[in-house]
């Protein structure tokens, strides 16, 4: 099956979107049916001790870049979600395991797969951002081998849960920007001064480990 489309994301920049969808805090807040998104050091993964260990964590999506950079996705890692997604009349709870195929400013790619107790599949996806007249273009794709009871109910039904679950998610983190950006407002209405050095490309600097002469040399 194959899964693609493109959601535009309004008042907003490259780097912001960036900034924000590398942070699994986020991801794991804002992506419909996600229990937990953890790293994980292999693809081999127990599930119940993850259960209990994010039962224990405290970990809060943020704007700081300094915080995104400790925890960003990295490239060759592997991330460990409990998805739970109602495909027609079955409500199946996938244990998925993703590893971060590629990871380059401003693209991303990721392979997985994930199962649940009648249903397994095995994806491919990617997403690539870009500058359009109204903010930010996110084209995104996914290519996926489903087996089980959800296979049987064919692309037909399939294809609308992915859409519904990929906009439901992008306008989450719409809005999520938008709560920083106003937040960004009053907290520069109530500065001194501001430095503008610290942010745009600078942000993506930082959540990318670049210093400020990589930065200048790329």
């Known amino acids: ?112 797969k994930g199962a649940s107790s009648n249903s397994s599949f095995e994806m491919a996806s990617g997403m690539t951002l870009s500058e359009n007249e109204d903010g930010v273009a996110v084209e995104w794709e996914t290519e996926a081998d489903v087996f089980g009871k959800v296979a049987q109910m064919g692309q037909r039904v399939v294809n609308p849960v992915a859409n519904r679950v990929v906009k439901r998610f992008f306008s989450s983190v719409q809005d999520q920007l938008h709560e920083r950006q106003l937040a960004d407002v009053e907290a520069d209405a109530s500065a001194d001064e501001s430095d503008p050095t610290d942010s745009g490309r600078g942000l993506v600097d930082r959540v990318l480990g670049r210093s400020g002469s990589d930065a200048s040399d790329s």
């Open 1 to 112: 099956m194959e899964f693609n489309g493109t959601f535009e994301l309004e008042d907003t920049t490259v780097d912001e979107v960036w900034l924000a969808l590398s942070d699994p805090a986020l991801i794991e807040q804002l992506l419909p049916g996600c229990q937990f998104l953890m790293r994980v050091d292999e693809t081999d993964v127990d599930f119940d001790e993850l259960r209990e260990e994010a039962a224990d964590r405290e970990v809060e999506p943020t704007a700081d870049p300094d915080v995104i950079a400790r925890r960003a996705f990295e490239e060759g890692e592997h991330y460990a979600a409990l998805m739970q997604i109602s495909v027609g009349p079955v409500n199946p709870t996938f244990e998925t395991v993703v590893t971060i195929d590629d990871r380059e400013y401003p693209e991303m790619s990721a392979v997985g």
